[in-house]
Nanobody
Framework: QLQLVESGGGLVPPGGSLRLSCAPSGFRFNSYAIGWFRQAPGKEQEGLACISSSEGSTVYADSVKGRFTIFRDAAKTTVYLQMNEMKPEDTADYYC???????????????????WGQGTQVTVSL
């Protein structure tokens, strides 16, 4: 129950693009706010972006604003993180997380979330 699976990670050159997917299992995904987070070895976990369960309200960290976009598919079965203009410092393990929040609210604060995926690795390098 309340399982999340990330996919889409891999190797991308600087300036390139990558799209990550977050798919739910065992719960109604459309009722949950979804956040994307990342953690590089030896560094603190960083909240990147989130999307609310209703109206598609979003919040972005300053470090990715203008480069990354979070969105749901039309059926609200998957949440994506589109990453453009990628930089070497984007290299990290990326996680999605879900939490029941008010329908117009989301958060990039990790302690707001109880349900997490297993992570997918992203490496930005030539």
């Amino acid at each position: 129950q309340l399982q999340l699976v990330e996919s889409g990670g891999g190797l991308v050159p600087p300036g390139g693009s990558l799209r990550l997917s977050c798919a739910p299992s065992g719960f109604r995904f459309n009722s949950y706010a979804i956040g994307w987070f990342r953690q590089a070895p030896g560094k603190e976990q960083e909240g990147l972006a989130c999307i609310s369960s209703s109206e598609g309200s979003t919040v972005y960290a300053d470090s990715v604003k203008g480069r990354f976009t979070i969105f749901r598919d039309a059926a609200k079965t998957t949440v994506y993180l589109q990453m453009n203009e990628m930089k070497p410092e984007d290299t990290a393990d990326y996680y999605c997380a879900a939490e029941l929040l008010p329908p117009t609210r989301c958060s990039i604060y990790k302690d707001e979330y109880d349900y997490w995926g297993q992570g997918t690795q992203v490496t930005v390098s030539l």
